[in-house]
Structures are given as C-alpha cells and as structure tokens.
C-alpha cells in the first residue's frame, strides 16, 4: 500500500516570497491533515479536510495560508508571503476516518526562510 | 483544551536496558491514543495504537499501555538497541483532532 507522498521534500525561499506544498494521501482516505511542526515542538494542526470539505483550519493564519482539497483526493498548501517563523516542516496525515483510526504521516515538506 | 505532555524531554541509556517513555494528558475523553516515532530529517512512523476501551498494546519489544483516569500512558521499550534512538511523540485523538506531545529523544549508546 502506497504511503502519504508530499512534494517538494525541501524548500528554501526568501521571506515575502510564496510557496505551495503538495500531497496526496493514502487512496480512500477521506480525512486529509496538514500540521506545521517547529524544531523541537510536536506537530501543530493547521487545517482538517474530510472529503474536500473543511472540518478545522481554527488554527490556521488565513491572511498567509491557504490549503485546498479538490475533488476528495490531493491537497495543496499555499504560504503567501512567507514570514521566517514560517520555518518548520509541513506534514501532511491521513486517515480512514477523523476519529478511532490510525493516523499515517507523509515524510514532511522542510520549509527554510530566509 | 487537551494538553499533553512528555516527560523526560531527553534520554540517553546504554544499548540493552530496558526503558519507558512518559506521556500525561489533561482531558480524559478521548478516543484512542498513539504513539509515533519520528527520525531526524523523516515524517512520523506510527508505532503503537491503544483506543480508549483499551488497557495495553504490545507491537515486538513494545508495550504501550494507557490509564484513562489518570490520563497517563507509557511507552515500554524492552533491551533497547541504537537502531532505536529517535523522537518518540504521543498523540492523544479527541475524535475532532489528535493534540501531540513535543516529545522524548531518544539515544541508546551502542
């Protein structure tokens, strides 16, 4: 069974400038997570998807970030413009369902401002 | 708010001992529980999965056990190797998110 897959693996960009991350989750996972995680912090829920619908993004800074889930299926995260606390490693999750089921994770897209 | 917490932030022990990892929470209606390993560099890797109605796990040379009431779990890692040294999180799932420690590294001295 194929895994969370995220792309780019590694950014680096200059502050003010954009990016966008891109992931595709285990196949017939409706729940779709992207966590933001800090060096030395644990994950930080960002935005919650069940199908392409939005459960939770209470915690994202809607002024810089934008996520979309079309059609159910991949999801993409976009940071415009890039502050340097922005720098951390975006995680992207999956799961069957949002509660009772493992959660898998994606290898993370590392975010360098600079 | 449900808030978890990982103690100890560090350990180091030498290759073969026996040890346990911490992790307390603040709001005792949850779901399940998991615990994750995370290499440096690398995503999480989930290890253990306890739901609610349950009392331990055991996945090889862990145990994971959970007490509800107490909001405690442990995570037990029997005659540790350096293949083992890593990040282990938990994460607790409130059936509307999973609220995650900041972790325990962990480093087995070969």
């Known amino acids: 069974e194929a895994g969370v897959a995220q792309s780019p693996r590694y950014k680096i960009i200059e502050k003010r400038q954009s990016v966008a991350f891109w992931c595709n989750p285990i196949?017939?996972?409706?729940?779709l997570y992207w966590y933001q995680q800090i060096l030395g912090q644990g994950p930080k829920l960002l935005i919650q998807?069940?199908?392409?619908?939005?459960?939770?993004d209470s915690q994202l800074p809607k002024d810089r970030f934008s996520a979309e889930r079309l059609k159910g299926v991949d999801s993409t995260l976009k940071i415009q413009p890039a502050k340097l606390e922005d720098s951390a490693v975006y995680l992207c999750?999956?799961?069957?369902?949002?509660?009772?089921?493992?959660?898998?994770f994606g290898e993370g897209s590392w975010l360098t401002v600079v | 708010k449900q808030e978890v917490t990982q103690i100890p932030a560090a350990l180091s022990v030498p290759e073969g001992e026996n040890l346990v990892l911490n992790c307390s929470f603040t709001?005792?209606?949850?779901?399940?529980l998991q615990w994750f390993r995370q290499d440096p560099g690398k995503g999480l890797t989930s290890l253990l999965l306890?739901?609610?109605?349950?009392r331990e796990q055991t996945s090889g040379r862990l145990n994971a056990s959970l007490d509800k009431s107490s909001g405690r779990s442990t995570l037990y890692i029997a005659a540790s190797q350096p293949g083992d040294s890593a990040t282990y999180l938990c994460?607790?799932?409130?059936?509307?998110?999973?609220?995650f420690g900041t972790g325990t590294s962990l480093t087995v001295i070969p």
């Open positions: 306890i739901q609610s109605s349950q």
């Open positions: 196949s017939g996972h409706a729940t």
């Open positions: 994460a607790v799932n409130t059936g509307n998110q999973f609220y």
């Open positions: 999750a999956s799961s069957v369902t949002g509660s009772g089921n493992t959660i898998y």
């Open positions: 709001d005792s209606a949850i779901y399940n």
């Open positions: 998807f069940q199908n392409n619908g939005v459960v939770d």
